[in-house]
């Protein structure tokens, strides 16, 4: 399960941040399935988790819009992550008109529970 945080300036419009996050979930999940999680393109609750963030005050940013996904590590993932989030920011810029963003991956050693199945 994806968890993805955008932080954004607060200059960034409504609509551009509504699109991104009607767009992310599966875009994200795209970017990220790998054998060992697969996507079949049945987003269910809880398959990956948006929060969006405008600065504060304190906040110093190079962009505008920075996406940043933190999904668990699988070597067949970290094999082509570059490609990965490359494939994704070309991916977003084409659904929501974005040009001035970031995109960060980071595939860190994990485990996710849910509670009892």
């Not at 963030?53 to 962009?63: E, I, N, Q, S, V």
């Not at 505008?64 to 570059?82: D, G, H, L, T």
């Not at 084409?94 to 485990?111: H, N, R």
């Amino acid at each position: 399960m994806p968890l993805v945080e955008v932080t954004h300036a607060l200059t960034v419009d409504s609509s551009v941040l509504e699109k991104l996050g009607s767009v992310l979930p599966h875009l994200v999940s795209v970017a990220v399935k790998c054998p060992e999680e697969p996507y079949d393109g049945d987003l269910q609750p809880g398959d990956v988790e948006l929060r969006f963030r405008a600065w504060g005050p304190y906040d110093r940013c190079g962009l505008p819009v920075v996406i940043e996904i933190r999904s668990k590590y699988f070597p067949s993932r970290a094999s082509s992550r570059q490609s990965r989030v490359d494939a994704l920011h070309a991916a977003l810029a084409s659904a929501t008109g974005l040009s001035d963003f970031g995109v960060y991956l980071s595939l860190p050693v994990a485990a996710w529970s849910q509670g009892p199945e």
